[in-house]
C-alpha cells in the first residue's frame, strides 16, 4: 500500500533563513512567481544559527527552525555544498566554511585543486562532482517538509563572473559553460514543460513547489 504523504500549502510572508546573498537572489526569484513575499533573515539582522548537522537536510532545518522561532512566520532554508568525488565527497557540507577559512573562493578552489592533484585527479573523468541543495520548510507551530536534490558535473578551470561561491569551476553535465558563466536563468534552468531543472538549487525547489506551493501558482 503506498504511504499518503500530506504537504501543507505554503502563502503569504515568509522568512527566508540565510545571510548570503547569491543564495537569496536565487531563493527570491525561485518563489517569485508563487507571490509568496520574502524577507530574510539578513535583513531582519537575526543572528545566524551555528551549523552542528551532519547533514545537509539537518543543517537546513537548524536555519529554517531558528527563523521560524525568531520571527512566528513560515521560514525557508537552504543548505548546500559542492561534493567532490576525488575528495570522499569534500567539502560537502563543510562547503562554506572552506571558503571562509581559506578567505575567499578562489584560494578554496585553489586548495581544492591542490588535494585533487595530489590524488591524482587530473582527468575529466576523475574529476566529477556534485552541487546538492536541501530545502527545509518550517511553520511556528513546528510543521517541517525538507526536499533535496543534485546536480552533476565536472570540476574545471575557472571561467565566468555570474553566480557566486564555487560557480565558476562547476561545469555542469551536458553543457559547455559553468555555472559562472550562466545567468541565473539559464543556471535555475527551469523548463516551460515541467521536466527537470538544472541546478541542484531549482531541482530542490521544483520538488518543493510540486508539494507545497501548487494551489499558490
Ligand atoms: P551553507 O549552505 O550556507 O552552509 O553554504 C553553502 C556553501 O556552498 C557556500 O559556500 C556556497 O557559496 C556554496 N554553494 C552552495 N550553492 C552554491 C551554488 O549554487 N553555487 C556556488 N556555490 C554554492
Not at 558535473?153 to 559547455?176: K, L, M, N, V
Amino acid at each position: 500500500m503506498s504511504e499518503q504523504v500530506s504537504h501543507r500549502q505554503l502563502s503569504g510572508r515568509i522568512v527566508i533563513a540565510t545571510h548570503n546573498a547569491g543564495k537569496l537572489r536565487e531563493m527570491r526569484e525561485l518563489l517569485q512567481p508563487f507571490g509568496i513575499e520574502a524577507v530574510s533573515a539578513g535583513e531582519l539582522s537575526l543572528p545566524e544559527p551555528e551549523e552542528t548537522g551532519d547533514t545537509f537536510i539537518a543543517n537546513a532545518l537548524i536555519k529554517a527552525r531558528a527563523s521560524a522561532m525568531a520571527v512566528n512566520l513560515p521560514a525557508f532554508a537552504d543548505d548546500s555544498g559542492l561534493c567532490v568525488d576525488a575528495l570522499g565527497g569534500y567539502p560537502g557540507i563543510y562547503s562554506a566554511r572552506w571558503a571562509k577559512d581559506a578567505g575567499d573562493f578562489v584560494k578554496a578552489m585553489t586548495n581544492i585543486e591542490r588535494l585533487m592533484q595530489a590524488k591524482g585527479a587530473t582527468e575529466p573523468a576523475q574529476r566529477k562532482a556534485h552541487f546538492v541543495s536541501a530545502l527545509a520548510l518550517v511553520w511556528p507551530d513546528g510543521h517541517e517538509e525538507t526536499f533535496e536534490e543534485k546536480v552533476f558535473g565536472t570540476i574545471e578551470e575557472p571561467r565566468g563572473q555570474s553566480g557566486f561561491g564555487y560557480d565558476p569551476f562547476f561545469r555542469p553535465e551536458g553543457h559547455e559553460r559553468t555555472f559562472g558563466e550562466m545567468d541565473s536563468q539559464e543556471k535555475h534552468g527551469i523548463p516551460a514543460d515541467g521536466s527537470q531543472a538544472l541546478s541542484h538549487r531549482a531541482r530542490a525547489f521544483q520538488l518543493l513547489a510540486r508539494a507545497c506551493l501548487r494551489n499558490d501558482a
